[in-house]
């Protein structure tokens, strides 16, 4: 199993301004990935980020939008960029077990923008 | 599109009662899992099935898998409050590695 540690659990931002998301796992994983949740939606992928490359993105998504950082094999950023009410959404980080067949989840940013 | 159709969309139960939950996809898949999501928080898997499977089971959670109509269901049995959440389905894709999760059913369980 993976323990993920996300932060922040939630906030409320302004129009504009950009928000960053950090995920802390307690083990070392080749790739994290990104996902957004809109209200009353399913997941949508988002990213997959490695560790000495860059991220790569699903169809929808951009890297200005949403840049991702990945410094090492326990850690991950994603931040949300010039936002609008539109990204208000839960954005989840999750690694795959290893097995590499199941993922397991951080606990989730609940993102209201104003 | 969504890889993964899930019917119904919500659900409401008495405890003690079984919930029933389908979930149809398009490609074929390398496994489906189900997976639980408690009030918008991160997600918890509850139970994988591979395509050379048919069933499985995990304590009260009874999975099937119907490859030749790409279609699969979870089974609750004796449901109980604590059961109530978002149960979505995810399909691991025979070309690729990532998953694709349906759009999930909303499962009320009254006491």
């Known amino acids: 199993s993976a323990v993920i540690s996300q932060k922040p659990s939630r906030d409320i931002c302004q129009r504009g301004t950009s928000l960053t998301i950090q995920c802390q796992v307690d083990s070392q994983v080749t790739m994290m990935f990104w996902y957004r949740q809109q209200p009353g939606q399913s997941l949508t992928l988002i990213a997959t980020a490695n560790q000495g490359s860059e991220a790569t993105y699903e169809s929808g998504f951009v890297i200005d939008k949403f840049p991702i950082s990945r410094p090492n094999l326990t850690f991950s950023t994603l931040t949300v960029s010039n936002m609008s009410p539109e990204d208000s959404s839960i954005y989840l980080c999750?690694?795959?077990?290893?097995?590499?067949?199941?993922?397991?989840f951080g606990s989730g940013t609940q993102l209201s923008v104003l | 599109s969504q890889q993964g159709e899930e019917d119904p969309q919500a659900l409401s139960i008495q405890e003690g009662e079984n919930a029933t939950m389908n979930c149809s996809y398009k490609?074929?898949?390398?496994?489906l899992q189900w997976y639980r999501q408690n009030s918008g928080r991160g997600l918890v898997h509850l139970i994988l099935?591979?395509?050379?499977?048919r069933e499985k089971h995990s304590g009260r959670l009874r999975v099937t898998l119907d490859t030749s109509k790409k279609s699969s269901s979870l089974l609750i049995t004796a449901s109980r409050a604590a059961d109530t959440a978002s149960y979505f389905c995810a399909t691991e894709e025979a070309a690729g590695n990532k998953l694709t999760f349906g759009g999930g059913t909303r499962v009320l369980v009254k006491p």
């Open positions: 999750s690694v795959r077990g290893s097995t590499n067949e199941k993922l397991f």
């Open positions: 099935i591979r395509s050379n499977e």
């Open positions: 490609t074929s898949i390398n496994n």
